[in-house]
């Protein structure tokens, strides 16, 4: 399959993917919806207005500058909306292809706008469900023998974070401060010396369930509208001295970078594959139909202040996590937590078997005690100020890819 739109092969953006975002034409303007196809962004905004493409029920989805509504519809709009945009764009229909005066209104160059985040996120949970980054961060504080907690291996653990400071690719972050504790003496108030990146992937649900209901492995997918790259930046010492006893707070809550664009999963669904063997079994609640996992390339990079190029310091997958993200959302609402269209959940920290595939600088440089040169001659022990953190993700299919852009952001200094 093949668009009237130029894509190479190594893109991101085929006519296989035709990620969702939100975009606004210059910063002033109203935010719109779109898709992203090659380097444009096709107007669905426009194009709803415009009677050219329409949902099953009626609605208009794509007039209040975020993708809540369309989240909310389901999967059957989500599939028939996605069925005209693909039509739309085909390299054998003329229709948009040969309307030089509609093209003009309703694409657009993605490195000429603003993107904004996709939805209105009400509630952010992060997960913490890859076994090697949980093995590699107990074997640090507690020993190899106690690495796993009692209930790792039971269920997947998460905690609420924070809406409010969820950033979209290409926003600065800020040095946070917070209280510091070395091993004697007394906490201090200072800007974090330990700044970390965490390599994860999130999730948007979309039609939740009420109030008192949970919602099912089963019928998981059916409730999740697409994915995206995630950066849960954190400040490690300020995440030391605090996460006792109801876990982290500052540490995380200061920022989280997020890539602009939702890849569906019907555009990922080529790429599931079986997830790591869960030993010991999982509850009945917690047991997958079928394969749940997805076979996801994802690295980071840091590109240093004043270069130009990116040194890539990890290499992992998607398919690693031990806990999928059909299961997190069914122990989100196990006990009946109301999950609502646009509210976000990450994964957590995705570390592989090996070294160069650590998520976190935390790992790859072993608590500070192993530094990354970078390709400038400098070290790195963890993220310093005028870094910027790039982090990438594709599923590569037989001559396309399903990309996810970029999840980026730099360090300002403390204030």
């Known amino acids: 399959m093949k668009s009237f739109i130029d894509v190479p092969v190594d893109h991101d953006f085929p006519i296989q993917n035709l990620p969702y975002g939100v975009f606004r034409a210059t910063p002033m303007e109203p935010a719109r919806v779109g898709v992203a196809i090659g380097d444009f962004i096709l107007d669905l905004t426009t194009l709803e207005d415009a009677q050219w493409i329409a949902s099953i029920s009626g609605k208009r989805y794509f007039r209040k500058g975020s993708l809540n509504a369309f989240m909310a519809a389901g999967p059957e709009e989500w599939r028939h909306v996605r069925a005209q945009l693909t039509a739309l764009l085909s390299e054998g229909e003329p229709r948009l292809r040969d309307d030089e005066a509609m093209r003009r ?9 603003h993107m904004e985040l996709p939805a209105v996120v009400g509630d952010y949970t992060d997960f913490y469900s890859s076994r090697e980054h949980a093995t590699n961060v107990g074997t640090m504080f507690r020993g190899a ?10 269920l997947p653990v998460g905690y609420h974070g924070r809406s409010s400071s969820l950033l ?9 401060h917070g209280q510091l504790k070395a091993d004697d003496g007394p906490p201090i108030h200072a800007a974090s010396k330990l700044l970390d990146f965490e390599l994860e992937m999130g999730f948007f649900v979309g039609p939740g369930n009420d109030l008192g209901t949970s919602i099912s492995t089963r019928d998981a997918a059916d409730h999740i509208f697409g994915m995206v790259l995630v ?3 954190s400040a490690r010492d300020i995440q030391k001295w605090e996460y006792v006893p109801l876990g982290p707070f500052l540490g995380k809550s200061f920022a989280t970078t997020l890539s602009p664009w939702v890849v569906t999963l019907e555009a990922l669904e080529p790429f599931r594959v079986e997830g790591p063997v869960q030993d010991p079994p999982p509850l ?4 997958s139909p079928g394969p749940s996992a997805f076979d996801i390339q994802l690295e980071v990079g840091i590109r240093p ?5 990116v040194d890539i310091v990890c290499r992992s997958n998607m398919k690693y996590l031990y806990w999928s993200m059909y299961q997190q959302l069914a122990h989100h609402t196990v006990n009946g937590c109301n999950a609502r269209p646009g509210d976000l959940m990450a994964s957590g920290t995705i570390s592989g078997p090996e070294p160069q595939s650590y998520g976190s600088m935390l790992e790859l440089s072993w608590r500070g005690t192993r530094p990354l040169t970078l390709s400038d001659g400098t070290e790195r022990r963890f993220i310093q100020d005028g870094d910027s953190v790039v982090m990438r993700g ?10 996810f852009g970029r999840a980026e952001g730099t360090v300002l200094p403390a204030v």
């Open 394 to 403: 594709w599923a590569q299919g037989a001559g396309y890819r399903v990309g």
């Open 105 to 113: 209104r309703v694409f657009f160059d993605q490195g000429a706008v």
């Open 284 to 287: 009945d609640y917690l047991r």
């Open 231 to 233: 950066n849960d930046w």
């Open 145 to 154: 023998e106690n690495a796993l907690m009692e209930n790792w291996l039971h």
């Open 168 to 176: 979209v690719s290409g926003r600065p972050v800020r040095r946070p």
């Open 305 to 309: 202040p004043r270069a130009e190029s």
